[in-house]
């Protein structure tokens, strides 16, 4: 039975990591590896699209922002937190080709009365396609590992997930498949995390479940109050990024040394819009604190 409990957000009082919340344990080189499938437009042999499924080896540096951050209030007492710079670098596992390059910031942003939202964190990122996003969200922490859910690469149309028999997605169940590598996880890409942490012993977990999408209206106080990805005019026009939502897992784990070792996992969901239809972009990985 897992148990959780939410971090506290303070006002940074000395130079410890512990204003930073759940990103305390971030800052380091965190390397390992993942896998990413993404559905690309094709002009080829009158296809509408191509799957791009690769297995990766990925290197994801934190560092922690200097000084706290402040920003001015006109309706609320002012507010400072800290956060972190990052630099995700993914390349090809099998021929050590570039991926994906991305600088961003995490922030470990306090709870405000005005607007009313519970602690948060956010994530900013630059894409060099020609993205920025803008991603909030809530966390917290729970006893053992963490509970990883089902996601779809399946193209929707009109909302609703295209039908597994059609002929139309021939091109994602014949694609070519990596070492390692099962149909079943080019359709659910978090069964490879799963099996990463099969046999592991995860003591805790930070769980952080950010997305761009801004909350519903109606929606309870406490969430996120607005977010976004903004691109580039081309990137609009041929496969326009319309929105993200991804869940990073912070874990405590037991080696059979009986000695702690820290292990980062994520799964993160871009949606590429094209001809119509809505396009998932999906990524995870497994990664390990050097």
């Known amino acids: 039975m897992q148990t959780t409990t939410s971090f506290r957000a303070s006002l940074p009082a000395s130079d410890s990591l512990q204003p930073l919340g759940p990103l305390q344990d971030l800052p380091g ?19 509408i699209f191509r799957a791009k499924i690769n297995t990766t080896m990925e290197t994801l540096n934190f560092n922690k922002i200097g000084a706290p951050i402040p920003n001015r209030g ?11 710079h990052y630099l995700q670098q993914v390349n090809d596992l099998q021929d050590s080709s570039a991926l994906h390059l991305e600088p961003g ?17 956010v994530r900013m990122a630059s894409i060099p396609h020609g993205d920025s996003v803008m991603a909030q969200g809530n966390f917290l922490t729970v006893a053992g590992g963490p509970l990883i859910a089902d996601v779809d690469t399946t193209p929707l149309r009109g909302g609703v997930v295209i039908p597994a028999t059609d002929p139309y997605l021939a091109p994602l169940k014949n694609a070519v498949l990596p070492p390692g590598i099962t149909p079943a996880m080019v359709i659910n890409p978090n069964l490879f995390l799963s099996q990463a942490i099969a046999h592991q012993n995860i003591k805790e977990t ?18 996120p109050t607005g ?11 041929n496969a326009n990024a319309v929105r993200m939502n ?10 059979p040394d009986g000695k702690i070792f820290m ?11 094209f001809k119509g239809v809505d396009w998932p972009h999906i990524s995870v990985a497994t990664l390990i604190k050097r």
């Open 29 to 47: 080189t965190w390397m390992g590896k993942g896998l990413n499938v993404v559905l690309l437009p094709d002009f080829a042999d009158g296809q």
């Open 74 to 84: 006109s309706v609320q007492n002012d507010i400072e937190f800290l956060g972190l």
């Open 227 to 237: 977010s976004g990805i903004l691109n580039t005019p081309f990137v609009t026009t």
């Open 263 to 273: 292990q980062l996992q994520y799964t993160q969901t871009v949606i590429l819009n």
């Open 206 to 223: 930070v769980v952080m479940i950010i997305a761009t999408t801004p909350p519903a209206a109606g929606a309870p106080p406490g969430g």
């Open 105 to 121: 910031i995490w922030l470990n942003v306090p709870a405000t009365a005005n607007p009313a939202v519970e602690p948060t964190v």
């Open 246 to 255: 991804a869940i990073f897992w912070i874990e405590k784990v037991m080696g």
